[in-house]
């Protein structure tokens, strides 16, 4: 049986601990809305942009405007992803891993392990972000591209519809990234 000096060293350390652990579950939090944000600006911003072209009030070269702004928007969205994730394993193999050692009970902040095996499924991962994600950022402004040359006239036109095809591969390549690594055992 610890001590007393013993037992106040380990409330201290599960107290760092578990402030740790919630300023880190704040920031996913935080993150996490982020990313709900980036999917609405991307949203408004192209609905708006897809509307007045259609309504004839800009010309319509300026839809490359929007395979940018959702390369840009899904950058940034699937960034924080990854930070996501990088928290979650902290959380799982670092604070909780510690926890456990000076609690001795291994359920403590077991949610990030369990979600962590759940996610690994390839079918449901790519059901819950992989198909989403990609209609959202990609498909829907590539198809948009495709349809673009056939109005496109000037070279500057094209070195942007050129520009908006490269942004997008990043894409894809970030998004295959992430899912080869959240898909991995």
């Given at each position: 049986?610890?001590?007393?000096?013993?037992?106040?060293?380990?409330?201290?350390?599960?107290?760092?601990?578990?402030?740790e652990?919630?300023?880190?579950?704040?920031?996913?939090?935080?993150?996490?809305?982020?990313?709900?944000?980036?999917?609405n600006?991307?949203?408004?911003?192209?609905?708006?942009i897809?509307?007045?072209?259609?309504?004839?009030?800009?010309?319509?070269?300026?839809?490359?405007?929007?395979?940018?702004?959702?390369?840009?928007?899904?950058?940034?969205y699937?960034?924080?992803a990854?930070?996501?994730?990088?928290?979650?394993?902290?959380?799982d193999?670092?604070?909780?891993a510690s926890?456990?050692?000076?609690l001795?009970?291994?359920?403590?902040?077991?949610?990030?392990s369990?979600n962590?095996?759940k996610r690994?499924?390839?079918?449901?991962?790519?059901?819950?972000?992989?198909?989403p994600?990609?209609?959202?950022?990609?498909?829907?402004?590539?198809?948009?591209?495709?349809?673009l040359t056939?109005?496109?006239?000037?070279?500057?036109?094209?070195?942007?519809?050129?520009?908006?095809?490269?942004?997008?591969?990043?894409?894809?390549?970030?998004?295959?990234?992430l899912?080869?690594r959240?898909?991995?055992?």
């Amino acid at each position: 049986m610890p001590d007393a000096d013993e037992s106040l060293q380990i409330a201290d350390r599960t107290s760092v601990l578990l402030a740790e652990f919630t300023s880190l579950r704040s920031e996913i939090a935080a993150r996490s809305a982020a990313q709900t944000t980036l999917i609405n600006i991307d949203l408004t911003v192209c609905g708006a942009i897809a509307g007045l072209a259609l309504s004839q009030r800009i010309a319509v070269t300026v839809l490359l405007l929007i395979p940018f702004l959702s390369g840009c928007c899904a950058m940034l969205y699937l960034d924080h992803a990854a930070q996501i994730d990088n928290i979650a394993s902290y959380i799982d193999t670092d604070i909780r891993a510690s926890l456990t050692q000076l609690l001795g009970d291994e359920k403590l902040l077991a949610w990030e392990s369990a979600n962590r095996d759940k996610r690994t499924h390839r079918t449901p991962l790519l059901i819950r972000f992989g198909i989403p994600m990609l209609f959202l950022f990609v498909v829907g402004p590539l198809a948009l591209c495709v349809g673009l040359t056939a109005v496109l006239g000037t070279w500057w036109e094209w070195t942007a519809l050129i520009a908006a095809l490269i942004v997008q591969a990043i894409v894809c390549a970030m998004w295959l990234s992430l899912f080869r690594r959240w898909s991995a055992p």
